[in-house]
């Protein structure tokens, strides 16, 4: 039977390979903390010796640009991972992390970490392969962001949330929670107005169907083709 407490432990990718008596000896390592929406977890550019496994709730990863804006590198929520960059290399935060929902995370010190590295080479393994994910991701990132018209920039967004989020099915990706029109916006390194006016050409045109929160991409491989 789960034990209590570790049971968010089981629910993170990268220790899903482990025994509950594992499970219960990470436990030990971290601490769980509390913050409310808006606060923010980790400043870019101090240092940090930490990193966080989310328990509950929604966080942001953002940087800001030359004149001062947000831009959204990701978003996260419950069994994923942050703060490891700097962990792992010992340098500044590589960006800041704020939490847009009320939140619970798990903390755990940078020894701590190494130590668990070592001692569970299973866990060193997911890491990297959640890193070259990321890396994917970012790459997209960067290619949406050097694209000079809006449709290429909010349909890139479309297709990172579908990795993100998505439920493939049939050809079809629904995305169930649709971010904020201002947060996409963010991440496309555009304006709320250009998402908004974007979505609804892409609806018109067919390419998707928006019913409240939920996006449905109608034929997933055929919009990536399209844009990316
Ligand atoms: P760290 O640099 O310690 O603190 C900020 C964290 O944000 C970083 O570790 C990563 O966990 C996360 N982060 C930074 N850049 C990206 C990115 N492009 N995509 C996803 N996560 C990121």
């Known amino acids: 039977m789960p034990h209590e407490d570790t049971g968010f432990l089981r629910n993170v990718p990268i220790f899903a390979d482990l025994e509950e008596r594992e499970l219960d000896k990470i436990l030990k390592l971290g601490t769980r903390q509390k913050y409310k929406k808006g606060n923010l977890v980790v400043l870019e550019q101090e240092s940090g010796a930490a990193l966080f496994v989310i328990i509950s709730?929604?966080?942001?990863?953002?940087?800001?640009?030359?004149?001062?804006?947000?831009v959204i590198l990701s978003m996260f929520g419950p069994g994923e991972f942050f703060g490891e960059m700097s962990l792992l290399d010992g340098m500044a935060r590589s960006?800041?992390?704020?939490?847009?929902?009320?939140?619970?995370?798990?903390?755990?010190h940078r020894r701590e970490f190494l130590d668990l590295l070592h001692e569970f080479p299973t866990v060193a393994i997911s890491l990297l392969a959640e890193l070259a994910m990321r890396l994917r991701k970012?790459?997209?990132?960067?290619?949406s962001l050097s694209l000079?018209?809006?449709?290429?920039?909010?349909?890139?967004v479309l297709l990172m949330l579908s990795d993100d989020l998505g439920i493939?099915?049939?050809?079809?990706?629904?995305i169930e929670d649709l971010p904020?029109?201002?947060?996409?916006?963010?991440?496309?390194?555009?304006?709320?107005?250009?998402?908004s006016r974007m979505l609804h050409q892409f609806e018109r045109d067919g390419h998707v169907s928006?019913?409240?929160?939920?996006?449905?991409?109608?034929d997933y491989e055929a919009f990536r083709k399209l844009f990316l």
């Open 138 to 143: 970012a790459d997209m990132q960067i290619k």
């Open 168 to 174: 493939f099915r049939k050809g079809k990706v629904e």
């Open 57 to 70: 709730g929604k966080v942001k990863v953002v940087r800001m640009d030359e004149d001062g804006r947000e």
């Open 95 to 108: 960006a800041s992390v704020v939490a847009t929902t009320k939140s619970e995370l798990f903390m755990i």
């Open 210 to 218: 928006m019913k409240g929160n939920r996006l449905i991409i109608n």
């Open 180 to 195: 904020l029109q201002q947060d996409m916006a963010n991440m496309a390194g555009t304006s709320r107005e250009t998402v």
């Open 148 to 156: 000079k018209d809006a449709a290429g920039r909010v349909a890139n």
